[in-house]
């Protein structure tokens, strides 16, 4: 089985800019493709500063940098894929969108590529029905941000292979990637457990059980989330968890999926998140509720571990008096 060394990116987001950096950090040439120039111009700048930022806490050598950025190369022509070994996608959480574009490439890459989806939520079989080639279509779905988030989802479609699995598993491993593997059901396993939850963490803003900053510092703190759910959601997107909820909604049938009213609400108004400055939260002002979640937290960490201190103090007591 001939080993993945070259990896086409389309989408020049989050999501993809990061995947692409991840790419490029582990030795394989990346071709960034995004049809808007300025999009490309803002991705090159983010995975500069980014490796820049590992250069700076000493994760990364200044060579190591310099080859990575080497191996990236940027292009809004989908032509230059043509070559590589595997295509993953990051583009718009929509599945017309998406089979538009596995089309072309099914058209432009040679025949043994693969063609993989980020998808978070939207059926692997149903992307492969309509390529010549539904053996290398698979999903690879990254957390957010690929570069930091150790967890990869690995979904196979109804006909893909065993050899298109193992090599994109090998790829995620390469990456340094734990890899779990769902079936191919709406939402699969992540956002089939998450977008619920941030859904109704929407409907108990909406119903008025508590405000928005008691609503996050609850589930931080109750449940020791690193974030809140409302504001994971402003990190996520509005507009994608939207689209994600639509999607469980109709590949489950059971109303229980059903956006809460205030989400599609935000997303009508543009409220999308941090990417637009304004969601459940606004971003252009100071974040005082956020502040205190933030010191609340940090005086639990700090209780947690004095009482921590004091067991084991306690524990030593003990085993020095048996």
């Not at 001939?2 to 800019?17: C, K, L, W, Y």
């Not at 089309?103 to 432009?108: A, R």
């Not at 009213?261 to 941090?274: H, Q, T």
């Amino acid at each position: 089985m001939e080993a993945i060394d070259s990896v086409g990116v389309v989408g020049s987001g989050q999501m993809g800019s990061g995947i692409a950096q991840l790419a490029a950090f582990h030795g394989l040439n990346v071709w960034l493709v995004d049809i808007d120039p300025d999009a490309l111009s803002r991705a090159a700048k983010s995975i500069s500063n980014s490796i820049h930022r590992l250069i700076s806490k000493g994760h990364l050598s200044p060579d190591v940098h310099t080859k990575a950025l080497g191996r990236l190369h940027y292009t809004s022509n989908l032509e230059e894929l043509s070559t590589v070994d595997i295509v993953i996608e990051a583009i718009v959480e929509s599945e017309d969108v998406k089979k538009k574009l596995f089309i072309q490439l099914d058209k432009i890459t040679k025949r043994s590529a693969i063609l993989a989806s980020n998808t978070s939520s939207i059926s692997i079989t149903r992307l492969a029905s309509a390529v010549s080639r539904p053996r290398q279509v698979i999903g690879m779905h990254f957390m957010n941000p690929p570069p930091i988030m150790k967890l990869v989802e690995i979904i196979r479609g109804e006909n893909t292979s065993d050899e298109t699995f193992s090599k994109t598993k090998a790829l995620a491993e390469r990456f340094g990637k734990i890899v779990v593997c769902s079936q191919d059901y709406a939402g699969f396993i992540v956002n089939r457990i998450l977008m619920p939850m941030i859904n109704e963490a929407f409907f108990t803003l909406y119903t008025g059980v508590a405000t928005k900053e008691d609503i996050d510092t609850g589930m931080k703190l109750g449940t020791n989330h690193p974030m809140g759910p409302l504001e994971l959601a402003d990190f996520i997107g509005l507009d994608v968890c939207l689209s994600i909820m639509r999607v469980l909604h109709v590949g489950l049938g059971d109303s229980k999926y059903a956006p809460c009213p205030l989400l599609v609400r935000y997303v009508d108004a543009g409220r999308l998140g941090k990417k637009r400055g304004i969601g459940v939260y606004d971003y252009s002002k100071p974040k005082k509720g956020r502040a205190k979640v933030k010191e609340a937290a940090k005086e639990d960490k700090k209780e947690n571990k004095k009482e921590a201190k004091q067991d084991k103090k306690e524990a030593d007591k003990d085993e020095k008096k048996e």
